[in-house]
Nanobody
């Protein structure tokens, strides 16, 4: 059974930082691209960042480029999202996703239904 468990969310002031983690079990983590999405209240879930299975390819939404960094530790089966210079508009539930098709560059445009494995989400709230 595949499980993705996020942690690290919380309440932070604008300009602050948070690091999200996602621990994966039930799959050979190092074999799959991974990604982060987020969903704000009343809005659709949107792509945030993606990383290739080896970590060399990294892709970001324009809204987070230069502020967020996606990374992974394949020895620990863990995906990370370092979020700096947070803004109130970053407030959302953040989800990690496992990419069965290993096409992280295309993750930004693929339909959500393409992804079969999601975490439960972790809430990030940025106050102004």
């Amino acid at each position: 059974q595949v499980q993705l468990v996020e942690s690290g969310g919380g309440l932070v002031q604008a300009g602050g930082s948070l690091r999200l983690s996602c621990v994966v079990s039930g799959r050979t983590f190092r074999s799959y691209a991974m990604g982060w999405f987020r969903q704000a209240p009343g809005k659709e879930r949107q792509f945030v960042a993606a990383i290739s299975w080896g970590g060399m390819g990294r892709y970001y939404a324009d809204s987070v480029k230069g502020r967020f960094t996606i990374s992974r530790d394949n020895a620990k089966n863990t995906l990370y999202l370092q979020m700096n210079s947070l803004k109130p508009e970053d407030t959302a539930v953040y989800y990690c996703v496992l990419d069965d098709s290993n096409t992280p560059r295309a993750m930004v445009s693929r339909p959500l239904a393409d992804f079969g494995y999601w975490g439960q989400g972790t809430q990030v709230t940025v106050s102004s």
